[in-house]
């Protein structure tokens, strides 16, 4: 098994973050509110990764919904 560990090395304005074209997972409206919820009282745990290749969300589609939320 092979693992990785991305650098984290760019800050991106969520207005330039491309929604990836495989995504399937659907998130409700409740979800992204008590994810921005959190998000607000804790700050972001897990960043928004993209893939370098094709410029898209790898992970992280929810948390791009709800960081907007927040403004």
Wanted: glycine share 8%; net charge positive; hydrophobic share 30%.
């Amino acid at each position: 098994m092979r693992i990785t560990f991305e650098q984290y090395d760019l800050l991106e304005k969520l207005s330039n973050l491309k929604t990836s074209r495989f995504q399937r997972n659907k998130h409700s409206k409740e979800q992204i509110e008590r994810l921005a919820k959190i998000m607000k009282e804790l700050g972001i745990r897990h960043p928004i990764h993209v893939h370098k290749e094709y410029g898209e969300i790898a992970f992280g589609h929810g948390r791009k919904e709800a960081a907007k939320l927040n403004g």
